[in-house]
């Protein structure tokens, strides 16, 4: 099992970026799936999470600005990041709660995280 991400990249201050986390592998079920970010110097951090459901929980710090959103047929979660601000320069990862096919139980995956860079 493995989580891909990719939509990164540089944007001006005020800008959008639209991330993508594809699960994949011999999959059995997908449970919670979220967004986190570390910036240089700082903690990981949890920026939003969805259930298979669809319920959403976000950061105070992004909250009315990015909306987190998957396509259960498609295995793939993504973060729609409006008005960006420098402040959210980090490397983000998709993290998700899945079963593979092989254990009765849900196992917890990260991405191999992908650059966010908010500069003029």
């Known amino acids: 099992v493995q989580l891909q991400a990719s939509g990164g990249g540089l944007v001006q201050p005020g800008g959008s970026l639209r991330l993508s986390c594809a699960a994949s592998?011999?999959?059995?079920?997908?449970?919670?799936m979220g967004w986190y970010r570390q910036a240089p110097g700082k903690r990981r951090e949890l920026v939003a999470s969805?259930?298979?459901?669809?319920?959403?929980n976000y950061a105070d710090s992004v909250k009315g600005r990015f909306t987190i959103s998957r396509d259960n047929a498609k295995d793939t979660v993504y973060l729609q990041m409006n008005s960006l601000k420098p402040e959210d320069t980090a490397v983000y990862y998709c993290?998700?709660?899945?079963?593979?096919?092989?254990?009765?139980?849900?196992?917890?995956?990260w991405g191999q995280g992908t650059q966010v860079t908010v500069s003029s």
């Open positions: 969805i259930t298979t459901h669809g319920s959403s």
């Open positions: 592998g011999s999959i059995a079920s997908i449970g919670q």
């Open positions: 993290n998700g709660d899945i079963r593979p096919v092989s254990l009765y139980v849900f196992n917890n995956y």
